[in-house]
């Protein structure tokens, strides 16, 4: 997902951003502040903040998710990602999507750091490598004090 930058025409002030067909004024959402840098990688997308705020994304499918550790009367698995940028402490990082196939799977943030974190998935049944895994994490912490 690439945003692209559209200046106001009034002051020059407002910042809006747009992604896919939906705008956001930004400059509400982290007061007098903006955008100061965005760009993605093969580890996501992110936004860096004036205000010091940084925002990490990461959407994919994958094939080469297993499910197969026995975790009480449930099975899991874990994946690491490497943020796209990284954080001057700990983020805040939660799973928005982690299925596997048509399976009733959900995911959370097992442990993390100032570069990556590990995410862990849990399932009602064992699950081999092989079928589509969407994937969906989010992080927010800080870039600078």
């Given at each position: ?12 002030k407002?910042?809006?951003f747009k ?10 959402l982290v ?10 990688n093969?580890?996501g997308?992110?936004?860096?903040f004036?205000?010091g705020?940084l925002l ?8 080469d998710?297993a499910i197969?550790?026995?975790?009480g009367s ?18 805040s990082?939660i ?7 048509t399976?009733?799977?959900f995911?959370s943030?097992?442990?993390?750091s100032?570069a990556?974190?590990t995410m862990r ?7 081999a ?5 969407i ?6 912490g800080?870039?600078k004090?």
């Amino acid at each position: 997902m690439e945003l692209e930058k559209i200046l106001g025409t009034d002051t020059g002030k407002e910042a809006f951003f747009k992604t896919d067909r939906n705008f956001i004024q930004l400059d509400t959402l982290v007061g007098l502040g903006g955008v100061i840098e965005s760009g993605s990688n093969a580890s996501g997308n992110y936004i860096k903040f004036a205000d010091g705020t940084l925002l990490c994304t990461y959407n994919a499918t994958v094939t080469d998710q297993a499910i197969t550790d026995a975790w009480g009367s449930m099975f899991t698995g874990i994946r690491t990602w490497s943020y796209p940028a990284s954080f001057i402490s700990s983020p805040s990082v939660i799973a928005s999507i982690f299925r596997w196939g048509t399976g009733a799977s959900f995911g959370s943030c097992w442990s993390n750091s100032e570069a990556a974190a590990t995410m862990r998935v849990y399932d009602i049944s064992t699950r081999a490598i092989g079928e589509f895994t969407i994937l969906g994490f989010v992080a927010i912490g800080r870039w600078k004090a």
